[in-house]
């Protein structure tokens, strides 16, 4: 089991980053939008994985965090909810925002990740809720990126599901005056909840 990675940036994929390791190895590590965009080419990084190995792919999923990793971990043990699905929904917020919505049964707020239809929803609601309120897991990730490009976020969202006309239409309707990444991001993705 692969538990973290800690290397250089070395190239980005769509939604995910390429590290190189001291060792000469180097793996690509699927990342939340936030994280894509948080973190440029030549930059260090460590991320907690998540490793999926199906018969025909061999994954790792990174997230910041081990309280991250842990609630990663919790979704994807859900039928019917995969890493990507997880990570965009660990792409909405804090962890403690989306733990509160699915106490609260918030369906409306899981719902606005590309994928997670009404039905897996209840089901995140119906197997989580108990476990995500007896546990006390306190972490969240303040992502603080500067300059972003909107390329770079209209690729985020296009890996979370959307059409680039989608992204495009959403980032012309909110401010990109802001430099913290996360702040465009779940801007662009309320709006295109607004349509649905």
Known sequence: MISFIEGKIIAKGKNSLVISLPTGLGYE?????GIFLKYQ????????TF?????????????????????????????GVGPRSGLNI????????????????????????????????????????????????????????SNARLGDVIDALIGMGYTAVEARGALNKVSNQDNDVSKILKAALKELNKKS
């Open 29 to 33: 590590v699927k990342v939340t939008p």
């Open 90 to 145: 660990l792409a909405l917020g804090a962890i403690d925002e989306i733990k509160k919505a699915i106490v609260q049964g918030d369906l409306t707020f899981l719902t606005k990740v590309s994928g997670i239809g009404k039905k897996i929803a209840e089901r995140i609601i119906v197997e989580l809720k108990e476990k995500i309120a007896a546990s006390k897991i306190e972490s969240g990730v303040n992502f603080k990126g």
């Open 51 to 79: 490793f999926q190995v199906r018969e025909d792919s061999q994954d790792l999923y990174g997230v910041e965090t081990w309280e991250e990793l842990e609630f990663l971990k919790m979704i994807v043990s859900i039928s």
């Open 41 to 48: 080419i030549g930059v260090e990084v460590k991320l907690f």
